[in-house]
């Protein structure tokens, strides 16, 4: 299976005036895998804000290119950069909240008007995310209101969390941790993988509490 890749535009600064000024443009290039080293590797450059020319599809049954586009938007929320998106939903899934911690599309192609500046309104920075322990991770997750502390603590469900956040193919998992992590909105399948949603906390929010 060849390595996914998504087409993105980049610049230096999150403001849309700034990014005209001559130097803050970085051109175009195709983001390959794994997502999370290929936006490290973003931000050490200096990029902070990126877009996604093509619609990037929420539902089930978008295929794996897209998918890798939707982990590229994970991990830029996670480091902090803007990310110029649209996105596409006709299956309602866009009003699941299950996306809900992304850095918020311009539009949602296929859902309610007001979906979109829904999201955006509710929207904050550590929304859904987890952090490792000596043995653990641990997920506060607020995309349906309420906080939600989930401790992965299970020696399988461990062992396989790494691969998720790149996706898995989804019968390669132990029936126990797909069922578990499903259940708990922490994993989104496309196109037969089953992936990671909650972004890596990097910088503690002050006050913590309030994540």
Do not use: N
């Not at 890749?5 to 051109?27: F, T």
């Not at 586009?69 to 929320?77: K, P, Q």
Request: hydrophobic share 40%.
């Amino acid at each position: 299976m060849p390595s996914p890749s998504a087409d993105a535009e980049l610049w230096r600064d999150y403001d849309p005036v700034a990014r005209r000024l001559p130097g803050m443009s970085l051109g175009s290039r195709a983001l390959g895998a794994p997502a999370g080293d290929v936006v490290t590797a973003l931000h050490t450059e200096g990029v902070r804000c990126l877009r996604l020319p093509e619609p990037v599809r929420l539902c089930a049954d978008a295929p794996a290119a897209v998918a890798h586009a939707l982990r590229l938007v994970r991990e830029a929320t996670g480091r902090g950069l803007a990310v110029l998106w649209d996105a596409d939903c006709d299956d309602g899934c866009a009003g699941r909240r299950l996306y809900d911690h992304l850095y918020p599309p311009r539009q949602v192609h296929g859902a309610p008007a007001d979906t979109a500046e829904r999201w955006r309104a509710t929207y904050f920075p550590a929304k859904c995310v987890y952090r490792r322990g000596p043995g653990f991770v641990e997920v506060r997750d607020r995309r349906f209101g309420t906080l939600e502390l989930i401790t992965v603590d299970e020696a399988a469900h461990l062992d396989s969390l790494d691969a998720l956040t790149e996706g898995v193919p989804t019968g390669q998992l132990p029936d126990a941790v797909r069922r578990d992590f499903a259940d708990a909105a922490l994993t989104a399948e496309h196109a037969g993988r089953t992936w990671w949603l909650p972004t890596r906390v990097r910088r503690w929010p002050f006050p913590s509490l309030t994540v």
